[in-house]
């Protein structure tokens, strides 16, 4: 069975991919610009902040000597970022002699912040004029959001009937993980089981990922998604901002982005606003940062079972993916691991390790502290059923049989073994089975024997 992953990247990677001519087009906003700050490893943070105020190369022999001789691992890690996201730029003059020097919309624009300081993208509507959610009212408006959102990949029925997904977000799931089938309709791909069990912020990045890939199809540049959704992390959280100071692609975007939850859509009698959750305001933040990772909820047994002390219907559907639901009460989920269960999951694409992470990532806090958080005899369990899948390997084969003679079943044998074709043989009944793109080549070779 092929182990197919999916690599979700931070705004960095995304940023450090695009074109030389779309990352100038960026570094002309200031809010890029500190963001690319915000978002460097300490050491190449400490070398922009070294540069800042000069405006001649500097010899990377000068740049070794920053840093202890323990630290050349980091330099060279620090300065290869800077060069990926064209922070530096490097030259080599005749005596092959290699500088580095600042590039300089980065460099003009991170002064301008240092001198005069950061400016908001734009300012906050006043708290009286506008109806204000709590922080905490936003932060379960949030993940509502995003649950819902979620279901509508697993099953639309499951979904509330209230929340309507844009056509533009679906399309991001179809992409790479739901197919559509006419019978059946759309169903989850690999790819979106896999999705279901990773967390949630790569499973946030790998939808942001698609959306802006899906950008260009829509006529949008990427770079003015990108340039948004970094803006957006300038933003206060909870505090609301008129929609009308955004153009008419970034007011596209920010309903897009409501359905994930990310904002908070109100209208008002004249005017309306947009209210920014957590979500969006660290988008700038690396994916190795787990401070908004939500408290774990399951209990694993020696015995098989699960216990998840949970009322969300997406982790009642994300556990059925793997495991057989017993019974559920309004706030406990009880289901339990087979072999049929894993079987089904291991048929769609989830691997034994995707499994077993799903399980130690989201562990209820009186277990995290256990190790192991799984038991060790579930974990094996797991892995031996998964590899009971692999023994077997399919493939497309031929029987000859009937033979004529010896001599020309052991030419059959030959010729195939020649061609590595050979899958299996039996000399007393004279029958052997072939590849089968081995097969009109044998069968050539047995009509020249006759």
């Known amino acids: 069975m092929p182990e197919v992953r999916i690599i979700a990247k931070n705004f960095i990677d995304m940023v450090a991919s695009l074109p030389a001519v779309k990352l100038d087009m960026l570094y002309a906003n200031p809010f890029i610009c500190e963001a690319i700050l915000r978002s460097l490893p300490p050491l190449a943070k400490k070398y922009v902040l070294q540069m800042l105020y000069i405006d001649v190369p500097v010899p990377a022999k000068s740049m070794e000597e920053w840093v202890l001789p323990a630290g050349l691992s980091k330099h060279r890690v620090a300065i290869d970022r800077l060069i990926q996201l064209r922070v530096l730029a490097e030259t080599v003059d005749r005596k092959k002699e290699t500088s580095y020097e600042m590039n300089k919309q980065i460099q003009i624009n991170l002064q301008k912040q240092l001198i005069y300081g950061g400016v908001l993208p734009r300012e906050p509507m006043l708290s009286s004029a506008v109806r204000l959610p709590s922080l905490e009212e936003l932060e379960i408006y949030a993940l509502e959001q995003w649950e819902c959102f979620l279901l509508h990949l697993i099953s639309s029925n499951q979904a509330e009937k209230l929340t309507n997904v844009s056509s533009s977000m679906m399309k991001v799931f179809q992409r790479g993980l739901l197919s559509q089938r006419e019978k059946e309709g759309s169903r989850l791909t690999e790819y979106g089981f896999q999705f279901l069990l990773m967390d949630t912020n790569a499973q946030l990045w790998y939808i942001i990922r698609e959306y802006i890939a899906n950008t260009e199809e829509r006529g949008v540049d990427a770079a003015t998604i990108i340039s948004f959704l970094l803006e957006l992390s300038f933003h206060e959280t909870g505090q609301a901002y008129n929609i009308s100071t955004l153009n008419e692609v970034q007011k596209s975007i920010i309903k897009d982005l409501a359905d994930l ?137 031929q029987l000859y049989d009937e033979f004529p003679s010896k001599d020309m079943f052991e030419s059959a044998c030959d010729f195939a073994r020649e061609y590595g074709a050979l899958l299996w043989e039996d000399s007393k009944k004279m029958q052997l089975v072939v590849k089968t793109e081995l097969h009109n080549d044998l069968r050539e070779h047995l009509r020249r024997q006759k």
């Open 261 to 397: 939850g990310l904002v908070k859509l109100q209208q008002g009698r004249k005017e309306s606003w947009f209210i920014p959750t957590k979500l969006a305001t660290t988008l700038s933040v690396s994916l190795s940062d787990t401070s908004t990772r939500k408290q774990g909820f399951v209990v694993v047994e020696t015995n098989f079972r699960l216990y998840a002390y949970s009322t969300s219907k997406l982790h009642c559907e994300i556990l059925r993916l793997f495991a057989r639901i017993e019974y559920q009460l309004p706030n406990l989920i009880v289901a339990a691991i087979n072999k049929e269960s894993l079987h089904n999951a291991f048929e769609n694409g989830i691997t034994a390790e995707q499994i077993i992470s799903f399980l130690q990532q989201n562990a209820h806090p009186r277990v995290a502290e256990k190790l192991p958080v799984v038991p060790e005899n579930v974990t094996d369990q797991v892995r031996l059923w998964e590899s009971d899948l692999n023994r077997v390997e399919m493939s497309p084969a």
